[in-house]
């Protein structure tokens, strides 16, 4: 019997956790976590996303504040910007949301900010850590988040076959380092992976990472295996995601929908985030 993973419902306790533990560290340190969200343009998909973010920061107990650029401001300003919230002892997350407007070079942007202020997990020295195997204080929030709906399923990672498909710097490669820490087998596709359904059909856990609507198909998946849907695709109204659920939910053993799946996961995981990084500053500055 196929198993639809509640992304939404992990989620929302993890929520839970998270305000718990944002009460009790108010209480011992009487210090709000405060997550500032740089927002570059008036990207409308961005507006909702910073929105959501100073939202879900409100219902934990959390500051959420959304700093607002023209989408003319130059890398400078940007820069200065974030420096100006490396300095502000108040701040304990930096959040740049992506994409920035065209002319902007994003890398430059995210390597200023402080790594103990990098709750997106996405400064170098955050990510060599992650190369290096360390335990991580401030993971990638979308590869952190699907480790949790992993993690729900009861597989072991030991040894298990890990396919993730797509590479990029904030999924791809993050949670494909994160599975290999966990000792799985990882594999990582990409657009110039020869037989695709072929490495996928080897897969025990198989995340789909790359932006193409139904991508993955149920001739793909090994059956009983965990499938982890991290695309988002708008087709129209509708919001699809890489795996084709019809099929593939008669094949595998777990399945994350979208949506409700790993996006609930992300802006949990962010939460997460600032509290570890409001409780690691705190304990540095006192
Ligand atoms: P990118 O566009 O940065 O990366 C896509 C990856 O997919 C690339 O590595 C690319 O390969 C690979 N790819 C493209 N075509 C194929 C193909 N035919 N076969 C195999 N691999 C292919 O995307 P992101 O990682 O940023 O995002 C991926 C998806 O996840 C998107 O739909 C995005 O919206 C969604 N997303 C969802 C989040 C959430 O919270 N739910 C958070 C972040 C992303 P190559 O490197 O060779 O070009």
Same mark, same amino acid.
């Given at each position: 019997?196929?198993?639809?993973?509640?992304?939404?419902?992990? *989620?929302?306790?993890?929520?839970?956790e998270?305000?718990?533990?944002?009460?009790?560290?108010?209480?011992?340190?009487?210090?709000?976590?405060?997550?500032?969200?740089?927002?570059?343009?008036?990207?409308? #998909?961005?507006?909702?996303?910073?929105?959501?973010?100073?939202? /879900?920061?409100?219902e934990v107990?959390?500051?959420?504040?959304?700093?607002? $650029?023209? #989408? @003319?401001? %130059?890398?400078?300003?940007?820069?200065?910007?974030?420096?100006?919230?490396? /300095?502000?002892?108040?701040? =304990?997350?930096?959040?740049?949301?992506?994409? #920035?407007?065209?002319?902007?070079?994003?890398?430059? /942007?995210?390597?200023?900010?402080?790594?103990?202020?990098?709750?997106?997990?996405? =400064?170098?020295?955050?990510?060599?850590?992650?190369?290096?195997?360390?335990?991580l $204080?401030?993971?990638?929030?979308?590869?952190?988040?699907?480790?949790?709906?992993?993690? @729900?399923?009861?597989?072991?990672?030991?040894?298990?076959?890990?396919?993730?498909?797509?590479?990029?710097?904030?999924?791809?490669?993050?949670?494909?380092?994160?599975?290999?820490?966990? =000792? /799985?087998?990882?594999?990582?596709? =990409?657009?110039?992976?020869?037989?695709?359904?072929?490495?996928?059909?080897?897969a025990?856990?198989?995340?789909? *990472?790359?932006?193409?609507?139904?991508?993955?198909?149920?001739?793909?998946?090994?059956p009983?295996?965990?499938?982890?849907?991290?695309?988002?695709?708008r087709?129209?109204?509708k919001?699809?995601?890489d795996?084709?659920?019809?099929?593939?939910?008669?094949?595998?053993?777990?399945i994350?929908?979208?949506?409700?799946g790993?996006?609930?996961?992300t802006?949990?995981?962010?939460?997460?985030?600032?509290?570890q990084?409001?409780?690691?500053?705190?304990?540095?500055? %006192?």
């Amino acid at each position: 019997m196929i198993k639809v993973i509640d992304g939404k419902g992990i *989620a929302a306790r993890i929520r839970g956790e998270v305000a718990q533990a944002v009460k009790e560290f108010k209480g011992e340190r009487a210090v709000s976590p405060k997550l500032c969200v740089v927002l570059v343009g008036g990207d409308p #998909a961005s507006q909702v996303y910073v929105r959501n973010k100073e939202k /879900a920061c409100q219902e934990v107990g959390m500051i959420g504040e959304v700093y607002r $650029l023209p #989408a @003319t401001a %130059s890398q400078l300003q940007l820069n200065q910007l974030i420096r100006q919230l490396n /300095a502000d002892r108040s701040v =304990h997350g930096i959040l740049l949301q992506l994409p #920035a407007p065209k002319g902007l070079d994003p890398i430059s /942007a995210l390597d200023e900010i402080s790594p103990d202020k990098d709750v997106d997990g996405l =400064h170098p020295l955050n990510m060599g850590k992650l190369l290096r195997g360390e335990e991580l $204080l401030l993971a990638p929030c979308t590869p952190s988040g699907i480790m949790e709906l992993i993690i @729900t399923t009861g597989i072991s990672y030991e040894g298990a076959e890990a396919v993730v498909v797509g590479r990029s710097n904030i999924v791809g490669k993050p949670v494909a380092l994160l599975l290999l820490q966990r =000792h /799985a087998t990882v594999t990582i596709c =990409h657009s110039r992976t020869k037989d695709l359904a072929d490495v996928c059909r080897r897969a025990d856990i198989l995340v789909a *990472a790359v932006g193409s609507p139904g991508i993955i198909r149920g001739e793909m998946v090994k059956p009983g295996a965990v499938v982890i849907d991290v695309g988002t695709n708008r087709i129209g109204e509708k919001l699809v995601g890489d795996v084709e659920f019809e099929s593939v939910k008669e094949v595998a053993g777990f399945i994350t929908p979208v949506p409700g799946g790993v996006g609930p996961m992300t802006i949990a995981m962010l939460l997460k985030n600032t509290l570890q990084a409001a409780k690691n500053l705190t304990t540095k500055q %006192s």
